[in-house]
Nanobody
Framework: QVQLVESGGGLVQTGESLRLSCVVS????????MGWYRQAPGQQRELLAV????????RYADSVKGRFKISRDNAKHTGYLQMNNLTPEDTAVYYC???????????WGQGTQVTVSS
């Protein structure tokens, strides 16, 4: 059974950093592209970053470009989102998503809360 578990969220102050992790069980991680999303209260879920199966190509939303970095370790079946220079506007629940690049079938984690105080 496929399961995605995010961790690493928490309460930080403006300018600080966090590193989110997404541990994937079920054996599918190396063959699936990965993305990180977030959803703030009352807002739509926002795509932040995506990375290919091999980890060669990361793409970012303008809102996080230069501050966030997506990465993956296929041997550990784990994805990461390094978040630097956080601001209160980054406060949201953060989700990881896996997607099969051929079938489009996707899987979501349960989310981890990130709160940035001013």
């Amino acid at each position: 059974q496929v399961q995605l578990v995010e961790s690493g969220g928490g309460l930080v102050q403006t300018g600080e950093s966090l590193r989110l992790s997404c541990v994937v069980s079920g054996g599918i991680f190396p063959t699936h592209a990965m993305g990180w999303y977030r959803q703030a209260p009352g807002q739509q879920r926002e795509l932040l970053a995506v990375i290919t199966t091999g980890g060669e190509d990361g793409r970012y939303a303008d809102s996080v470009k230069g501050r966030f970095k997506i990465s993956r370790d296929n041997a550990k079946h784990t994805g990461y989102l390094q978040m630097n220079n956080l601001t209160p506007e980054d406060t949201a629940v953060y989700y990881c998503k896996l997607e099969n690049p051929r079938s489009g079938v996707s899987y979501w984690g349960q989310g981890t809360q990130v709160t940035v105080s001013s």
